[in-house]
């Protein structure tokens, strides 16, 4: 072979060699520039769907300010309502006059103690020996394990 022709192929192989790094040079900078333009996509639909959260909620207390303005609107106008057709108590003062009142529970009534919130003497219900009976000598003492 000539040397002319080992000048052309080396030059042709370098060629080639450079090419293919220029290629995976090319492919592994554009996987972070790939990455990133995934990210933006996702962050774009989240903020979609975060526009569409908003909208929902606004229009749900919307619709809650409307219920609730029918809702007292209703109530308003059934006390109004109320009112005027509500039906008059009878004088209850004189049917109870009238009625006899056994004696039974007229002597049985003064005999019972108003009931009271607190205890005789100065220990008071928080005590902790409230309401137990005082027993002669030494109370018995609970086993000690």
Known sequence: ??????NWMLGAACLLA???LGVLGYHLMN???????????RLAER???LAELRDGVGEHFERLGSLAAALNKEVGEAT??????????PDLAAATATMPEPEEAA????????PRDYADGNRG???EDFGLKQADGDAPQPPRY
Request: cysteine-free; overall charge neutral; aromatic content about 0%.
């Open 125 to 127: 219900t928080l005590s």
């Open 80 to 89: 109004s309502r109320l009112a005027v057709e509500a039906p008059h108590r």
């Open 1 to 6: 072979m000539e040397l002319s022709n080992i």
């Open 107 to 114: 002597t049985t009534s003064d005999d019972v103690a108003a």
């Open 31 to 41: 996987a972070g520039a790939r990455n990133a333009q995934m990210l933006r996509q």
């Open 47 to 49: 903020d979609r769907q």
């Open 18 to 20: 450079g090419i293919g």
